[in-house]
């Protein structure tokens, strides 16, 4: 059984729509991660917050706009978006943030994003 | 640049062996990691090599050789259930993740 739970687990979305994903760790971890995950590809690091501060950002595309309002939970709020951003979203969390050497993350299902 | 090499896909048999390799490149060396991921759900954690050698875990085990940037994930024993994708991460100096695209192992009865 997962601590890392998301919703919602599938999502389509037109390129107009807004739409938010959401990320809760029953963990009682410090950081937490968004990750995309597209086929075949590696796992694409997007947004850490150490603490509820935000101390990554991978250069991701301002139409991705996260928020963590406190340490257990996790936002990724999502506008304007593309076809190619058509992936598997994933949230993680780890007991420690960066910094931390050998810190196993815990990883969530997923949100099934679909942009048509 | 910063690089995680494995194989896209393998087969194996039931009962049988498989090795799982990993080369890595990254600047700096704080860990590596192996995953398990079955399809439509989350990573989970497998391993953690940071020194050189083998750490074993029931049917799965790990090596690592840092001067070689190489490590292998051994499944013993193999089931049906154990068919999924396997995912090396190695962490770098910066504590983040550098992640493989993954190896989806395939088990046939």
């Known amino acids: 059984e997962t601590g890392v739970t998301q919703t919602p687990r599938h999502l389509v979305m037109g390129m107009t729509n807004k739409k938010s994903l959401k990320c809760e760790q029953h963990?009682?971890?410090?950081?937490m991660y968004w990750y995309k995950q597209s086929a075949k590809k590696p796992l694409e690091l997007m947004f850490v917050?150490?603490?509820?501060?935000?101390?990554e950002n991978n250069s991701v595309p301002s139409r991705f706009s996260p928020e963590c309002p406190n340490s257990s939970h996790l936002f990724l709020h999502l506008h304007t978006l593309q076809p190619e951003d058509s992936a598997l979203y994933l949230c993680?969390?780890?007991?420690?943030?960066?910094?931390?050497?050998?810190?196993?993350?815990?990883f969530g299902p997923g949100t099934r994003l679909t942009v048509t | 640049g910063q690089n995680i090499d494995q194989p896209t896909e393998m087969t194996a048999t039931e009962g049988a062996i498989v090795q799982i390799n990993c080369t890595y490149q990254?600047?700096?060396?704080?860990?590596l990691f192996w995953y398990q991921q079955h399809a439509g759900e989350a990573p989970t954690f497998l391993s953690y090599?940071?020194l050189d050698g083998l750490e074993e875990k029931g049917r799965f085990s790990s090596f690592h050789r840092r001067s070689k940037g190489y490590s292998y994930l051994l499944l013993k024993e193999l089931q049906m259930k154990d068919s999924a994708s396997y995912l090396c991460?190695?962490?770098?100096?910066?504590?983040?993740?550098?992640w493989g695209a993954g190896t989806k192992l395939i088990i046939k009865p």
């Open positions: 993680a969390s780890s007991q420690e943030g960066p910094g931390s050497g050998g810190v196993e993350q815990y």
């Open positions: 963990l009682g971890h410090n950081a």
């Open positions: 917050y150490s603490l509820e501060e935000r101390v």
């Open positions: 990254t600047s700096g060396f704080n860990g």
């Open positions: 090599n940071v």
């Open positions: 991460a190695a962490m770098d100096s910066n504590y983040q993740l550098i």
